[in-house]
């Protein structure tokens, strides 16, 4: 696999590989976020996720993959700062306002930033019709969050701090998107990079948090429901992760970046086949939008 990944880097079987990678991620991320929704507490559930997959990829990482050397470590504590204040931002947003409204404000505010960083450090430039498309998205969803806002009826006294904190979260949605695709780019093995990126990310904060959050509750939820759902949250953690970064790897961070925000696309089209959520018109209308936007700027590359 590893051969592999090196034999398509920069071509053709590589850009088209890294499309599938980033869809597969959007859709796995829509399946991560909507794990993070309603019956447990934020900072419990992302708990019970990084500790899933934290220990899952530490005998990968120790017994299948060499260690990092100095340099890689290095870029590990890079890792781990920015996805811890990525994820602390995240929680507290998901604890001041609803779901429908956060997670598309996060998505919605990293596509534009992300494809300029990328300019920057990997001068890897969008042209006019793909930066067309990254507004279109962006302003889609943006769109897509004023309405379910307008529906919302809880967290309203917290309201704009939560939209603060969503567009804070958005711009470490940019940081780790970056950073990370330097990373992976800077390994010899993607692979290594990969596993110890998931025992670091996992292991060494929010599990304690969580713990530290359980135990201090009046009512503190049943730790086995809680945990198999961190399992599954944790399963789809590597591909919505991995995958993603595994595209960055390949081709255009930008377009990875922009693909991987079809997410939110996903996340209502689970929300209307499995949990009965109505979409209604103007909904569809913001999904059809953002879909388009993606296909702008792979035609556009």
Avoid at 38 to 53: E, F, K, Q, V
Avoid at 236 to 257: I, P, Q
Wanted: no cysteine; aromatic share 12%.
């Amino acid at each position: 696999m590893t051969d592999w990944i090196a034999a398509i880097e920069g071509t053709e079987a590589g850009h088209r590989a890294a499309m599938l990678l980033a869809l597969t991620s959007a859709l796995a991320h829509a399946l991560f976020g909507a794990l993070q929704k309603g019956r447990y507490d934020p900072w419990l559930m992302r708990g019970a996720i990084d500790l899933s997959y934290g220990l899952m990829a530490l005998p990968i990482a120790l017994f299948v993959f060499p260690l990092p050397d100095a340099r890689l470590w290095l870029v590990l504590v890079g890792v781990f700062v920015i996805h811890a204040g990525y994820k602390l931002l995240m929680a507290m947003a998901y604890t001041r306002a609803a779901y429908t409204v956060v997670y598309p404000v996060v998505r919605g505010t990293a596509p534009v930033i992300t494809v300029l960083a990328d300019g920057l450090v990997f001068q890897e430039h969008f042209n006019a019709t793909q930066w067309a498309g990254t507004a279109l998205v962006s302003l889609a969803i943006f769109a897509l969050a004023a309405v379910n806002l307008r529906a919302a009826t809880v967290g309203r006294s917290t309201l704009w701090a939560a939209l603060g904190l969503a567009v804070l979260t958005g711009v470490f949605t940019t940081f780790y998107t970056v950073y990370d695709a330097w990373g992976i780019r800077l390994a010899d093995n993607a692979f290594t990079f990969l596993a110890w990126f998931f025992v670091v990310d996992g292991l060494f904060l929010f599990p304690w948090i969580a713990l530290a959050r359980w135990r201090a509750m009046p009512e503190r939820p049943a730790p086995g429901p809680l945990m198999a759902r961190g399992l599954l949250g944790g399963l789809l953690g590597f591909v919505s992760f991995g995958a993603v970064m595994l595209a960055t790897r390949l081709d255009k961070v930008g377009e990875a970046a922009v693909l991987r925000e079809t997410s939110t696309v996903f996340a209502a089209a689970i929300g209307w086949i499995f949990l009965r959520e109505t979409v209604g018109p103007v909904r569809a209308l913001l999904m059809a939008l953002i879909a388009a936007g993606a296909v702008l700027v792979e035609l556009g590359g």
